[in-house]
C-alpha cells in the first residue's frame, strides 16, 4: 500500500454520506446534460469524421465519370440527361431583412442565373413570404424561427426549410452563375467543400423531400442553444455551415449526399471560401449587404468553422492546463500559510 491512498477512497473514508452525494449529483448533472454533451460533441468532433469515406460521397471522375473542370459540359447544359434530373428545375433566392431585395446589384447577379436557366421556377424570399411560409409548412419551428437571436440563423433555417418543401437550388445572392447548373442535377443532394472541413450552405441542390435535408430541418431545435454565449459559435453550431456538416458527417450512408470538391491535386477548385471564382461561379462577397452582422459572422455561418472549432477545443485544453498549473504551485504557499 506504500501508504498511499487516492483523493476519492480518503473523502469516501472520512465523509461517505458527503461522498455518495456528490456522486449521485455528479451523474444526475450528467444525465441532465446528456443531449448536451452529445450535442458538443458531435460538433466537436467534425473535423475528425468529415473526411471518413470522402472516396464514397465527393463527386469523381473515377466513381461518377463527372468533370470536375466543367469544361466538357455546354454552358447551357440545365439538364443531366442522359442522366434523370433528380433536382426539379427551381431556384430559391432569400433576401430578409433589409437584405438584398433592396439593392439593384444583387438583384442583377441574381437575374443572370436565372437568364441561364430559362423556364425554371423561381422563389425570392422576403419577410412576408418567408412567414407565412414557415407558419404553413412548419407551425411547430415557427416560434423558434421567430426568435433566432441572429437574422442569420433565419436565412439558414429557412434555407433547409424551402429546400425540404419545393426541392431545387439555394444560392447565395452574391453567388454569380458562370454556366448552368444542369450536370449536377443527376445527384439527390449537393453542396460545395468548405475549408477545412464540410459544406458550404450557400449553395445547395437537392431533389424535392430529399431526407437528408429534412433531417437538416428536423435537427434545428435540438441544436438551437446559445453555444458559449457568443455569436460565432452560436450561428455556426445551431444552423450554419457547420451545423449542417456535422449532421452530413453522422449520416449512417452519405453516398447520395454529394460534395462537390477539386481533384486530389486541386482540392480547393470549387470552395467558396473568400471571393473567387471557380468553375461554376463567383462568389462576390456579400458582407456589404448584411447590415445587420458583422461580415465574420456571415462568413463563417456560411463557409465553416472548422478552424474555430479546432481553436476552441484548443483554448479549453490550454485553459485547464494553466488551472492544474496554477492550483499546484499554489498548494504548497496555502500548506505554508
Ligand atoms: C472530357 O472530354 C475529353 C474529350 O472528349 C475526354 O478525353 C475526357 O476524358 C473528358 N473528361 C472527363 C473528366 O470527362
Ligand atoms: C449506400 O447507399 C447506396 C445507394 O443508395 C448503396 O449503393 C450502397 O451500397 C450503400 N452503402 C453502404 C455501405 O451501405
Given at each position: 500500500m506504500m501508504g498511499i491512498i487516492s483523493a476519492p477512497a480518503r473523502v469516501y473514508?472520512?465523509?461517505?454520506?458527503?461522498?455518495?452525494?456528490?456522486?449521485?449529483?455528479?451523474?444526475?448533472?450528467?444525465?441532465?446534460?446528456?443531449?448536451?454533451?452529445?450535442?458538443?460533441?458531435?460538433?466537436?468532433?467534425?473535423?475528425?469524421?468529415w473526411f471518413r469515406h470522402a472516396d464514397r460521397f465527393m463527386i469523381s471522375a473515377e466513381?461518377?465519370?463527372?468533370?470536375?473542370s466543367f469544361a466538357n459540359y455546354s454552358e447551357h447544359q440545365v439538364s443531366a440527361a442522359p442522366f434523370a434530373d433528380r433536382v426539379p428545375p427551381v431556384f430559391h433566392?432569400?433576401?430578409?431583412?433589409?437584405?438584398?431585395?433592396?439593392?439593384?446589384?444583387?438583384m442583377d447577379v441574381r437575374q443572370d442565373c436565372l437568364d441561364m436557366h430559362p423556364g425554371w421556377e423561381a422563389f425570392l424570399w422576403t419577410d412576408d413570404m418567408a412567414d407565412s411560409f414557415v407558419a404553413k409548412q412548419f407551425p411547430e419551428l415557427k416560434h423558434m424561427w421567430d426568435?433566432?437571436?441572429?437574422?442569420?440563423?433565419?436565412?439558414?433555417?429557412?434555407?433547409?426549410?424551402?429546400?425540404?418543401?419545393?426541392?431545387?437550388?439555394?444560392?447565395?445572392?452574391?453567388?454569380?452563375?458562370?454556366?448552368?447548373?444542369?450536370?449536377?442535377?443527376?445527384?439527390?443532394?449537393?453542396?460545395?467543400?468548405?475549408?477545412?472541413?464540410?459544406?458550404?450552405?450557400?449553395?445547395?441542390?437537392?431533389?424535392?423531400?430529399?431526407?437528408?435535408v429534412g433531417k437538416l430541418v428536423r435537427n434545428l431545435p435540438r441544436y438551437n442553444r446559445n453555444w458559449l454565449g457568443l455569436p460565432y459559435p452560436a450561428v455556426m453550431f445551431s444552423t450554419g455551415c457547420h451545423y449542417a456538416s456535422t449532421i452530413h458527417a453522422f449520416q449512417h450512408n452519405r453516398s447520395e449526399l454529394k460534395i462537390l470538391a477539386g481533384p486530389k491535386d486541386n482540392f480547393k477548385l470549387h470552395s467558396l471560401n473568400g471571393p473567387v471564382s471557380t468553375p461554376i461561379f463567383?462568389?462576390?462577397?456579400?458582407?456589404?449587404?448584411?447590415?445587420?452582422?458583422?461580415?465574420?459572422?456571415?462568413?463563417?455561418?456560411?463557409?465553416?468553422?472548422?478552424?474555430?472549432?479546432?481553436?476552441?477545443?484548443?483554448?479549453?485544453?490550454?485553459?485547464f492546463f494553466v488551472i492544474r498549473r496554477t492550483k499546484r504551485r499554489r498548494e504548497p504557499v496555502m500548506l505554508k500559510a
Open positions: 473514508r472520512t465523509h461517505p454520506i458527503l461522498f455518495s452525494c456528490s456522486i449521485a449529483l455528479l451523474v444526475f448533472g450528467l444525465l441532465c446534460a446528456r443531449h448536451l454533451l452529445h450535442d458538443a460533441w458531435t460538433l466537436a468532433a467534425l473535423p475528425f469524421l466513381a461518377d465519370g463527372f468533370d470536375l433566392h432569400i433576401s430578409l431583412g433589409s437584405g438584398a431585395a433592396s439593392h439593384s446589384k444583387w426568435t433566432y437571436r441572429y437574422p442569420i440563423q433565419k436565412i439558414d433555417a429557412l434555407r433547409y426549410m424551402v429546400l425540404y418543401h419545393y426541392g431545387g437550388i439555394v444560392l447565395d445572392m452574391d453567388l454569380q452563375c458562370k454556366r448552368a447548373l444542369g450536370p449536377l442535377r443527376r445527384f439527390e443532394f449537393v453542396s460545395t467543400e468548405a475549408h477545412p472541413a464540410g459544406f458550404s450552405i450557400g449553395f445547395m441542390m437537392a431533389s424535392k423531400r430529399n431526407a437528408f463567383n462568389h462576390l462577397g456579400s458582407s456589404s449587404w448584411h447590415s445587420y452582422d458583422a461580415a465574420m459572422i456571415v462568413t463563417i455561418g456560411k463557409f465553416g468553422g472548422g478552424k474555430t472549432v479546432l481553436l476552441l477545443v484548443g483554448a479549453v485544453g490550454v485553459t
